[in-house]
């Protein structure tokens, strides 16, 4: 039997479930898992719900009948076939330790996905080690004077391959505010740095001039304030005064890689929803 994951947030009021389990009883759906929860803070209710349904007719039967359940409660909500795969587009720049272990973890099936394009503003023979397995690849150079061009062909391509989600695996270059607005929700960005903390270049020197004992990584939307997006995933590790900045470096990038891949798992999954300037995840 397929299964079906329904997620959706709302100002919170009382028979918020009993409504939404009501609905799938009606249509033969058997949850067979479920979270929630309630922000004090907001008064919004958030629900991940998987489930399955005895045919896919009956899932657009469903889709029509909880609309105006959606209606009714102010919902913003999605529901998916979990066997259909995400189309996800990878930007990049010259470090390539993020986009080759994104490109490992999907080609063994640990992230399932459908890889519509690698973009990046370097060259292909930037990455010489980097099999991209016939993936496309397109060379969109930052050329003085021609970021709203660039970003307009980005922009075209990500239209013309149907990209549901665009990943900034180490792609460094700022989005424009118009690009970043367009793109809200569904475009990630690895961050060099436990945010907030030593931003612009470097990070690394700048930490290790400060004596600092944890470095990180945080995974974040992408939003038109730089760096400042909601948060979906960070991960830290301890390092001493006999670490360099080469060493920073090179447990930073390992510290990278595995913070990209567990925020594109939980997108993946949908297992991310926005709450303002913050996230909630429903963790496995």
């Known amino acids: 039997m397929t299964q079906y994951v329904l997620t959706l947030s709302c100002p919170d009021r009382p028979g918020i479930v009993n409504a939404v389990t009501g609905q799938l009883l009606q249509h033969g759906g058997n949850i067979m898992e479920s979270q929630q929860y309630n922000d004090l803070a907001t008064d919004r209710f958030f629900m991940r719900t998987v489930f399955v349904l005895p045919s896919a007719g009956v899932a657009d039967a469903l889709r029509g009948t909880f609309g105006a359940l959606a209606r009714d409660f102010g919902m913003t909500w999605s529901l998916r076939d979990r066997a259909q795969p995400r189309r996800v587009m990878l930007l990049a720049s010259r470090f390539d330790h993020c986009l080759a272990d994104v490109l490992y973890r999907w080609r063994i099936g640990e992230l399932p996905m459908q890889i519509t394009a690698v973009v990046s503003n370097h060259p292909r023979e930037t990455y010489p080690y980097l099999s991209l397995d016939g993936l496309p690849f397109h060379h969109l150079p930052v050329e003085p004077g021609r970021k709203h061009e660039q970003e307009a062909e980005l922009w075209s391509l990500i239209e013309q391959t149907g990209t549901e989600l665009v990943v900034l695996a180490r792609y460094m270059q700022v989005l424009s505010d118009g690009l970043a607005a367009r793109l809200t929700g569904r475009c990630i960005n690895i961050h060099h740095s436990f945010l907030p903390g030593f931003k612009g270049a470097r990070p690394y020197h700048q930490a290790h001039a400060r004596g600092v004992k944890l470095i990180g990584a945080t995974a974040h939307f992408v939003t038109a304030d730089l ?58």
């Open 227 to 284: 760096d400042e997006g909601p948060i979906i995933e960070q991960d830290i590790q301890r390092v001493s005064h006999h670490d360099t900045p080469d060493d920073m470096v090179r447990i930073g990038r390992d510290i990278e890689r595995r913070v990209l891949a567990q925020a594109l798992r939980y997108w993946l999954d949908d297992r991310i929803l926005l709450n303002g300037h913050r996230t909630v995840v429903f963790a496995a």
